[in-house]
């Protein structure tokens, strides 16, 4: 596996016609496996344990488009929001909208809007 992946998969080293797909965490790696099985996609498996435990899935690259969306919708229902704190959150939008507001101000002012 390359060191520098922007998404948990990737071509497989040595079978092309296989995509492997890695998880970090136990939780998602089973949620994958259980939709896999429910949708009767095949696959296989392995548990690799060098420095941190990574679970790889194997899956022929027939069924990629739909392996890969559902990989998303995995990530997508356990990520984390950016800014967790919801009071900082709000604190940073609140800026971001005055500083636009007062450029739209601005802009207008300039060029004769007022």
Do not use: C, W
Not at 53 to 69: C, H, N, P, Q, S
Not at 93 to 112: A, S
């Amino acid at each position: 596996m390359s060191p520098f992946l922007f998404s948990n998969f990737e071509e497989h080293p040595s079978d092309e016609n296989y995509l492997v797909f890695r998880y970090l965490s136990k939780p998602m790696a089973d949620e994958f496996s259980t939709t896999l099985l429910e949708r009767g996609i095949p696959f296989e498996t392995i548990e690799n344990e060098e420095k941190q435990t990574v679970y790889l899935y194997a899956v022929k690259k027939k069924y990629g488009d739909e392996v890969k969306k559902l990989n998303y919708l995995i990530y997508a229902k356990h990520r984390k929001p950016l800014i967790e704190n919801k009071y900082t959150r709000n604190l940073l939008l609140g800026t971001v909208l005055t500083l636009i507001i007062l450029g739209l101000i601005g802009y207008m002012k300039v060029n004769g809007y007022f």
